[in-house]
Nanobody, 116 residues
């Protein structure tokens, strides 16, 4: 059974940092695209950052220069380092992975709350 399990969320003050992790199990995603999405209350889920199997990375404009996505293929794990956090970064953060057959897997999400 394929699972993506996020961790690392929590409550932090404005300007603080958090590091999210997404541990994959059940299959290897090293050659697949993986990404981080977030959904704030009353808003649609949006892309935060993604990385392809070849290492190409894209970021949402709102997080460029503050967030860094990375992956550890040996651990089958995706990370999101979040620095200089803002109140508007408050959301549930989800990890996803997409196979070459366009099957999409999602994690259960981890809450990030940034207080002013």
């Amino acid at each position: 059974q394929v699972q993506l399990v996020e961790s690392g969320g929590g409550l932090v003050q404005t300007g603080g940092s958090l590091r999210l992790s997404c541990a994959a199990s059940g299959r290897n995603f090293n050659n697949n695209a993986m990404g981080w999405y977030r959904q704030a209350p009353g808003k649609q889920r949006e892309l935060v950052a993604s990385v392809t199997g070849g290492g190409n990375i894209i970021y949402a404009d709102s997080v460029k220069g503050r967030f860094t996505i990375s992956r550890d293929n040996a651990k089958n794990t995706l990370y999101l380092q979040m620095n200089s956090l803002k109140v508007e970064d408050t959301a549930i953060y989800y990890c996803n992975a997409v196979t070459v057959w366009k099957t999409v897997y999602w994690g259960q999400g981890t809450q990030v709350t940034v207080s002013s």
